[in-house]
């Protein structure tokens, strides 16, 4: 009696979303195909509908050097206040976001101890005459090393929860796609379109948003889970820029209606 040999392929991949089957003697090149799953969110008026299935999250710099009372800005005499309000929204949004599947990364500051992936141009921003508390050095009252790599400085902003499921991804500028695996994880997490969080608004979140509409992908600014300690015209710029030139804007109210329905 002729027997049905039972399928014996492995997976190989990374991601579940993005991984090949093989054995000895054959490789299957295709992916399973997650069912669509719309949903529609309101901008000035126009409905945009993207896919729940194809998308992930994106939270910015909610880290404590910008967000805790004890971290670098404040420090600095940065008033971080504006930079803690998006924590109340995210604390709603990223388990329904979680539950629905929609992956969640934290792309955050995480230097180098030696600070040998930091230019000088980049160093000067927040101490422009080098005598100053800046990328790296030891904050006065804790001693941790301002947004290094592993530090309570550049750890996730207290009052936020992580999931072990969460992408973390060390960025070293503004943009969190250069000198990082940010693109690449995205691709194998097969997604096209990504939500946008954080702080600041008009900086590292703008700048990451025009990276990610640069190399293709669809952007949603998520405008009360960003934030700013910028002038409020930077914030007002910033979203007008999105609307006009690299995608779209909603908020957590909006997408977790949206949730419910899908």
Same mark, same amino acid.
């Given at each position: %009696?002729?027997?049905?040999?039972?399928? @014996?392929?492995?997976p190989? $991949?990374? #991601?579940?979303r993005?991984?090949?089957? @093989?054995?000895?003697? #054959? /490789?299957?090149l295709l992916?399973?195909?997650? *069912?669509?799953? *719309?949903?529609t /969110?309101?901008?000035?008026?126009?409905?945009?509908?993207?896919? /729940?299935?194809r998308?992930a999250m994106?939270?910015v710099? %909610?880290q404590n050097?910008?967000c805790?009372?004890?971290?670098?800005?404040?420090?600095?005499?940065?008033?971080?206040?504006p930079a =803690?309000?998006?924590?109340?929204?995210?604390k709603?949004? +990223?388990?329904?976001?979680?539950?629905?599947?929609? *992956?969640?990364?934290?792309v955050n500051?995480?230097?180098?101890?030696? =600070?040998?992936n930091?230019s000088?141009?980049?160093?000067?921003v927040y101490?422009?005459?080098?005598? $100053?508390? $800046?990328?790296g050095d030891?904050?006065p009252?804790?001693g941790?090393?301002?947004l290094?790599? $592993?530090s309570?400085?550049?750890?996730?902003?207290?009052?936020?929860?992580?999931?072990?499921?969460d992408?973390?991804?060390?960025?070293?500028?503004?943009?969190g796609?250069?000198?990082?695996?940010?693109? #690449?994880?995205? =691709? &194998?997490? =097969?997604?096209?379109? +990504?939500?946008?969080?954080?702080?600041?608004?008009?900086?590292?979140?703008?700048c990451?948003?025009?990276?990610a509409?640069?190399?293709?992908?669809?952007?949603?600014?998520v405008?009360d889970?960003c934030?700013?300690?910028?002038?409020?015209?930077?914030?007002?710029?910033?979203?007008? &820029?999105?609307?006009?030139?690299?995608?779209?804007v909603?908020?957590? *109210?909006?997408?977790?209606?949206?949730l419910?329905?899908?």
């Amino acid at each position: %009696m002729n027997r049905v040999k039972a399928d @014996v392929r492995r997976p190989l $991949g990374s #991601s579940e979303r993005n991984r090949w089957l @093989v054995d000895e003697a #054959s /490789v299957s090149l295709l992916r399973d195909a997650a *069912p669509a799953r *719309p949903l529609t /969110v309101h901008d000035k008026g126009r409905a945009i509908t993207f896919d /729940v299935a194809r998308t992930a999250m994106i939270v910015v710099d %909610m880290q404590n050097d910008f967000c805790h009372p004890d971290g670098w800005l404040a420090h600095i005499g940065v008033d971080i206040m504006p930079a =803690r309000a998006p924590i109340g929204p995210f604390k709603a949004l +990223l388990p329904a976001l979680r539950a629905a599947g929609v *992956p969640i990364l934290w792309v955050n500051w995480g230097n180098r101890p030696d =600070r040998m992936n930091l230019s000088p141009a980049l160093l000067h921003v927040y101490n422009p005459t080098g005598a $100053g508390v $800046g990328i790296g050095d030891p904050l006065p009252k804790s001693g941790a090393p301002v947004l290094e790599a $592993g530090s309570w400085a550049a750890a996730i902003a207290d009052g936020l929860e992580t999931d072990p499921a969460d992408i973390q991804v060390a960025k070293y500028r503004m943009s969190g796609f250069p000198d990082t695996p940010l693109d #690449s994880i995205l =691709r &194998n997490l =097969r997604v096209d379109t +990504l939500l946008f969080g954080g702080v600041n608004m008009d900086q590292c979140v703008l700048c990451t948003l025009q990276d990610a509409n640069f190399l293709g992908y669809d952007c949603l600014l998520v405008e009360d889970c960003c934030a700013t300690t910028s002038p409020d015209f930077c914030r007002e710029a910033t979203l007008y &820029n999105v609307r006009q030139c690299f995608g779209f804007v909603t908020d957590g *109210p909006a997408l977790l209606e949206g949730l419910k329905a899908t």
